[in-house]
């Protein structure tokens, strides 16, 4: 007899046994899936301001001094911002494949590309039934924001691999206590990612559920040896920063790196509350459309596990970061999963609907007293919003490759954003009329169309957007190494400060204003300057030597 899982009155039939074979090919094959979409054109684009340009230099510099491993430096000066254990694998990479943007971001892509898997896998802890877990684990793969951020020399993927690997062995523990070492091992891990602050949120979410679900394991001797083997070496890492550093290291990384975050914007990136809101609702289509349904599923059903670890891992992380009052995009990061395992178990019930009841989409039926109500809005209520999606992805078609010359007339085709939003129309078109002839198959069309369209993204050169809001650096990291001494510092009249070029020229480079330029002229014996092309032709240096320039960038220094 095949197992029975009930979702209200009625019986969720396990749509295949759970055999480890079936399961180990959806893994690979997610694995794979992930692999690809993670690593293709991965350093065919600089990289970016601001974090990626500092790890990098950051894992540039650890080989260059033996304590350097355990006490990092961005220019000589020690580095407070973040533990090192992602500027450790950055700088491991670099030892393999050279210092270049391939191998900077390959530890953070490497690591979320598993993650894909590793959400798969606490899918079937959660739902026991496969089909769930694997429109989870596809919408996992095919969110946006995921994609991106994990791609990026940054701390963010790292941070969703550990997170995932936390949950999956909480979960697992609950059949086998031995896991619960596991979580804790994996959250010391994430101390010495991005500090014990993140650490902390991340356990009252584990402590509420447990509390919730299973508050056995919260007396189990294997949980807390695990958290104390996982905390070892993050004692020893922070003591070893205050032993050397003393009150300068508590003040710069745990205060104002870590809990002066919580009332105070650091460098002025703050926002309303909803600004996380604002976020989910700019980068999370088309999945966005079913993330109030699998939300309400989850209420509906919150005396099962898979419901009550949604709901507290939903609830406490974006209250969290929305109470905040410094707001940074990648914060939201960690709920895309918690969106993707409530997304994919409604998807388990339209599937299963269309399966059973064609063309009724009788989803999440409970019964309440003497009647029954259903999750609203069913698919074929959504057929709208996937025709505008079309057409918004026509207009994108039309203009990135030129064909709306009369809105602008010095536009230059784009033959790959072009392709991207073509493959987008396609998709959103059959979708809709999928949906409308209550055929379940859209879900099958929407997760290829979805995968492929990010797969055409993602090989382009505008995946780091970023990019084109300054001046492009490598132009200008190539005069400064040729004709800079190494460890330079040079002063550059703009108004802020590019860590990538530091990162390319390997040079420390100062923003500073034309009135700090002029002062280092006079007082220094032999200044380095970078400057534009009209501020050189407007200012009157005396004994000036020009190195070299760019079309727009004037390198210069006194002759001897």
């Known amino acids: 007899m095949s197992r029975q899982i009930f979702t209200g009155n009625r019986p969720l039939r396990q749509m295949r046994p759970l ?112 089909t ?82 299973t508050p056995r394991l919260l007396t189990s001797p294997y949980l807390w040896l ?41 460098e002025n990136h703050s926002g309303p509350i909803w600004y996380y809101l604002l976020e989910i609702l ?51 990061l960690p709920l895309y999963p918690a969106l993707a395992l409530a997304v994919g178990r409604y998807l388990a019930e339209v599937w299963r609907e269309g399966d059973r009841d064609m063309g009724l989409w009788k989803l999440g039926k409970v019964q309440r007293g003497n009647s029954d109500y259903f999750v609203k809005p069913t698919p074929d209520q959504l057929v709208p919003i996937f025709i505008l999606l079309a057409i918004i992805a026509g207009i994108g078609y039309c203009y990135f490759g030129g064909m709306l010359y009369f809105i602008n007339l010095n536009l230059i085709p784009k033959r790959d954003l072009q392709f991207t939003f073509g493959s987008l129309m396609l998709t ?21 169309g979805m995968y492929l369209s990010l797969l055409l993204f993602f090989t382009s050169n505008y995946w780091v957007w970023e990019l084109n809001e300054d001046f492009p650096v490598k132009p200008v990291a190539a005069i400064l190494q040729e004709g800079t001494p190494p460890g330079e510092h040079i002063y550059m009249d703009h108004p802020v400060g590019r860590p990538s070029l530091n990162f390319y020229s390997d040079r420390h480079i100062h923003a500073v204003d034309q009135t700090t330029l002029k002062t280092k002229w006079e007082t220094l014996d032999q200044p380095y300057l970078l400057l534009k092309e009209d501020t050189f032709s407007k200012f009157q240096f005396n004994n000036v030597k020009k190195i070299d320039q760019t079309p727009d960038w004037v390198l210069i220094t006194k002759k001897r």
């Not at 993670?38 to 001094?65: K, N, S």
């Not at 769930?132 to 991106?148: D, K, M, Q």
């Not at 088309?286 to 989850?298: D, H, I, K, Y």
Request: charged letters at 10%; hydrophobic letters at 55%; proline letters at 5%.
């Open 19 to 130: 055999d480890g074979w079936v399961d180990l090919f959806w893994i690979l094959g997610l694995l794979i899936a992930a692999l690809t979409l993670y690593g293709l054109h991965l350093g065919g684009v600089p990289l970016r301001d601001w974090d990626e340009g500092l790890v990098a230099q950051v894992a540039r510099e650890i080989p260059r001094g033996q304590q350097n491993w355990l006490y990092p430096t961005l220019h000589g000066i020690p580095y407070f911002n973040k533990p090192p254990l992602v500027h450790w694998l950055v700088a491991f990479a670099y030892q393999i494949g050279g210092v270049n943007e391939w191998m900077a971001r390959f530890p953070s892509a490497l690591l979320t590309a598993i993650s894909v898997p590793v959400l798969y896998s606490i899918g079937l802890e959660l739902f026991r039934h496969r």
């Open 132 to 213: 769930s877990a694997v429109f989870s684990a596809l919408v996992y793969l095919t969110l946006f924001p995921v994609i991106r951020q994990g791609r990026l020399a940054m701390l963010d993927g790292t941070i969703l691999f550990l997170w995932l690997v936390l949950v999956w062995c909480v979960l697992r523990s609950r059949r086998d206590l031995r896991f619960a070492l596991g979580s804790g091992l994996a959250f010391g891990f994430l101390c010495l990612t991005k500090g014990i602050f993140l650490g902390l949120l991340f356990g009252a979410i584990v402590f509420f559920f447990l509390l919730w679900d």
């Open 226 to 266: 695990g958290l104390g083997l996982g905390l070892i070496p993050v004692g020893f890492w922070y003591a070893a920063q205050w032993i050397h550093y003393g009150h300068g290291f508590i003040q710069g990384n745990l205060f104002n790196q870590s809990f002066q975050r919580v009332w105070e914007p650091v």
């Open 282 to 332: 700019k980068y999370a289509w088309p999945w966005l459309l079913f993330w109030p349904q699998g939300l309400r599923l989850a209420w509906q059903h919150q005396n099962l596990s898979w419901a009550k670890l949604i709901l507290v891992w939903t609830g406490i992380y974006l209250v969290a970061i929305s109470v905040m009052t410094t707001k940074l995009p990648w914060y939201i």
């Open 428 to 448: 959103m078109s059959f979708v809709a009329v999928l949906i409308s002839q209550k055929d379940r198959q859209f879900l099958m069309v929407l997760f290829w």
